[in-house]
């Protein structure tokens, strides 16, 4: 029996993946700005986003460890893994485009500012997820974004983008 073609084996080398990436990203928010006088710091929820992902990874870890030292013909883990083939799988393709999206949302973020950005995306999402709804789309792709846009700017007082929307922050700031 060929144990690296197995569910058990994926699941060793996926773990070994999100360890790699929860270290790297623990580093990157080593390079966050501090505030002073705060307890709660800029790193502090992506941090504890990262202990959750790694702890998750180390128990998977640990089960593809143990099942691949005790795996026995016929054990479910013993089953070949599935490929994942990206022009085939629809899960992966939208995963891929959510991804690309993300990546766009980040290079226009200071251009376009948040509120369009993130409509933008938002119609993008709920086209792929099946609201079609041309009025429902447009009503939450620009009052959903608007709304947080507000919520940050004025109870949270964070400063966000707004790219070619900065008379709103004005007009709001008159008010």
Sequence with gaps: MKKTGTKAFSNLVSAIIFIILCAWAWIQTGNFQTVNDFYVQPSTFPRVMIIGLLFFSVVLLIQAIVQLS???????????????????????????????????????????????????????????????????????????????????FKILTVNIPMGPLTFLRDLLNMI
């Design 70 to 152: 005790t795996m026995k013909e016929g054990d479910p883990a013993a089953e070949p893994a599935e490929s994942i083939n990206v022009f085939k799988d629809k899960g992966v393709q939208a995963a891929l485009v959510v991804i690309v999206l993300c990546i766009l949302f980040t290079a226009l973020f200071k251009t376009l500012g948040y509120v369009i950005c993130a409509a933008i995306i938002c119609a993008i999402i709920m086209y792929m997820i099946g609201k079609r709804e041309l009025k429902q789309m447009v009503l939450v792709s620009i009052l959903v974004p608007l709304g947080m846009w507000l919520i940050f």
